[in-house]
């Protein structure tokens, strides 16, 4: 018996042995082995991702701590030069260039522009290009971000413009800012159909004038210094989520806001009331809040009452333009139809109960929403983008938030647009008029069992839109023959219009060609500021040495990330080892 267990001893020594000689290849071992030129591209490859996705200065692969790490996984692979690196870049660019340039070609392409200053002081400009696909699929495409050393005149901007104009290709409608260079620089321009002021710089105007009155204004200082308070106090937060668990209150932290940002400040206010009882306590509390911090921290009760009263005013405004400022979805057509029932019989209408304080609020951004939105005089409404774009969307085209004198100057603009339009068309597939629309049935029943609960989506909408919202679309198409057809083809709240013109586009052939045009245009310059934040961590303190035309092709290929992808996948970096 002792015999045959040393031999099983034996025998397991041995095939130990055999396993730890094919045990698995270490990372040192891996690194030792010869590096292929294929290999040598692909890191290549990989280094020049790392640079254009973390959107880094050349000089980041130089560094000695960069070397050693590269050095102990691939002993045998040497860092290309600057240049090399930048030639690679540049390629991708071109290339990325090019492609978009053929994306874009026959389509009606709309631009959203925006100055601003880099950290290091530094002025640029950004273009993004916006249209709508042979698909109807919402297309966002970032074109170039160009230092402008120059003076911002109006003729300056107007000649940069005019410059990414002619080299991209015709452009049906530009969205700026309202700075007044901008707004001259418009009419200096000719490559271009329309332009439109930015909305979400027109609502910021117009409800920072309700939100700088004085009495309103003292109440959000006050709230202010509250959250301030407790931001900087870890005394006071402490005892806030106590406070919180005690009261059975979300444990939510206070938010603080941005002046430029009107909407900041709405959710400032809207987390501020939300723990109203838990920051009371705390300011109450004598062994947390000393007494003469406490009397200065306090708001009156008359304030808490105003903050109550202007929150169901501002939340509907803070969600229209959320709405308008979307990128990849259609916001310009929801300007007029929120704009005007706003202002007419929604959140903006004075109540019995509102106070002195929120009854001013109300009346002065209201009397700006009718100012710069022009509700007032009706000039030039009927043939202006936003119109234009609410009769081609299928949820608005009744248009019946608009007075009848209007409506019909808007439908004599369509038709006449459609015979404008009608020497480029083939001439075999009827009259002028077979796509003019000339009615709207809505249905405001909406098919809806008696007592069914509106989804969140449904109530948001009807609360924007009010009673001119419909969510049962039926189109209505008057041929030459004088028969009358009316497909009928519902619009749920939550389709974009897009969807509805892909499977209408063929039943109304020259109405969506107008379409395609209108309900790309974007309602805000938020696209193009969207690049700040991205711009901004770019162009740092620490990266300060970054060449502006380096600039332009990181946030170019970075923002085009999805586009670039493919160009890479297109690339052959090698086999694997």
């Given at each position: 018996m002792a015999s045959a267990s040393s031999g099983n001893v034996s025998k397991e020594k041995r095939q130990q042995s055999e396993q730890s000689n094919v045990r698995q290849t270490t990372i040192g071992e891996f690194s030792k082995r010869p590096i292929t030129d294929h290999r040598k591209?692909?890191?290549?490859?990989?280094?020049?991702?790392?640079?254009?996705?973390?959107?880094?200065?050349?000089?980041?692969?130089?560094?000695?701590?960069?070397?050693?790490?590269?050095?102990?996984?691939?002993?045998?692979?040497?860092?290309?030069?600057h240049t090399t690196l930048w030639n690679t870049i540049t390629h991708q660019y071109d290339e990325l260039r090019a492609q978009l340039a053929s994306d874009m070609k026959d389509q009606s392409v709309s631009l959203t522009t925006d100055l601003w200053t880099s950290p290091t002081m530094e002025p640029y400009i950004t273009v993004t290009a916006h249209y709508l696909s042979a698909t109807w699929e919402m297309k966002a495409k970032f074109l170039h971000t160009c230092l402008m050393p120059e003076r911002h005149t109006a003729a300056n901007i107007a000649q940069r413009l005019t410059d990414t104009i002619r080299e991209w290709g015709v452009v049906f409608c530009v969205i700026h800012d309202n700075a007044s260079s901008m707004n001259l620089a418009m009419t200096l321009c000719e490559d271009f159909s329309h332009d439109l002021g930015c909305t979400g710089h027109t609502l910021q105007l117009a409800i920072k004038a309700g939100l700088d009155l004085p009495e309103v204004a003292k109440a959000i200082d006050a709230a202010r210094r509250v959250v301030s308070h407790f931001r900087h106090s870890a005394v006071a937060t402490c005892a806030l989520k106590k406070r919180q668990a005690q009261l059975n209150v979300k444990e939510n932290r206070l938010q603080t806001d941005c002046p430029t940002r009107w909407n900041s400040t709405f959710t400032m206010l809207e987390r501020l009331h939300e723990q109203h009882i838990p920051v009371q306590a705390v300011l109450e509390d004598e062994t947390v809040t000393k007494s003469t911090k406490r009397k200065a921290l306090s708001l009156r009760a008359s304030q808490w009452e105003l903050i109550q009263q202007l929150l169901p005013v501002l939340r509907p405004l803070a969600k229209a333009t959320t709405i308008m400022c979307g990128e990849m979805h259609v916001g310009l057509s929801f300007i007029y139809p929120v704009i005007l029932n706003m202002a007419e019989d929604g959140v903006l209408r004075v109540e019995e109960s509102d106070v002195v304080a929120a009854r001013n609020f109300k009346n002065a951004v209201r009397k700006q929403l009718k100012t710069r939105f022009k509700l007032d005089t009706?000039?030039?409404?009927?043939?202006?983008?936003?119109?234009?774009?609410?009769?081609?969307?299928?949820?608005?085209?009744?248009?019946?938030?608009?007075?009848?004198?209007?409506?019909?100057?808007?439908?004599?603009?369509?038709?006449?647009?459609?015979?404008?339009?009608?020497?480029?068309?083939?001439?075999?597939?009827?009259?002028?008029?077979?796509?003019?629309?000339?009615?709207?049935?809505?249905?405001?029943?909406?098919?809806?069992?008696?007592?069914?609960?509106?989804?969140?989506?449904?109530?948001?909408?009807?609360?924007?839109?009010?009673?001119?919202?419909?969510?049962?679309?039926?189109?209505?198409?008057?041929?030459?023959?004088?028969?009358?057809?009316?497909?009928d083809d519902p619009h749920p709240h939550d389709e974009q219009p897009s969807g509805w013109w892909a499977r209408n586009e063929k039943q109304f052939p020259r109405l969506a060609k107008l379409a395609k045009s209108y309900l790309a245009v974007r309602a805000t310059s938020t696209p193009s500021e969207r690049v700040f934040s991205l711009a901004g961590n770019t162009i740092t303190r620490q990266r300060s040495s970054l060449h502006p035309a380096h600039v332009d092709a990181l946030i170019f290929l970075n923002a085009n990330q999805e586009r670039r992808t493919r160009i890479i996948n297109e690339e052959d970096f090698g086999e694997s080892e």
């Open positions: 591209r692909k890191i290549t490859g990989l280094l020049v991702n790392f640079i254009v996705k973390d959107i880094r200065p050349l000089a980041t692969v130089s560094g000695d701590g960069f070397r050693d790490i590269i050095h102990f996984f691939k002993p045998g692979y040497v860092i290309p030069s009706e000039d030039d409404l009927a043939g202006s983008v936003p119109i234009m774009a609410c009769i081609l969307d299928p949820r608005f085209k009744d248009l019946h938030f608009l007075p009848e004198k209007t409506r019909v100057e808007v439908k004599s603009h369509l038709i006449q647009l459609l015979q404008d339009g009608e020497a480029d068309q083939p001439a075999a597939t009827g009259g002028a008029y077979d796509d003019a629309p000339t009615d709207i049935n809505v249905d405001n029943n909406n098919g809806e069992e008696p007592g069914k609960k509106k989804t969140r989506l449904e109530s948001d909408y009807e609360e924007l839109f009010g009673p001119h919202y419909a969510s049962k679309i039926v189109c209505q198409h008057l041929p030459r023959g004088g028969t009358r057809i009316s497909p």
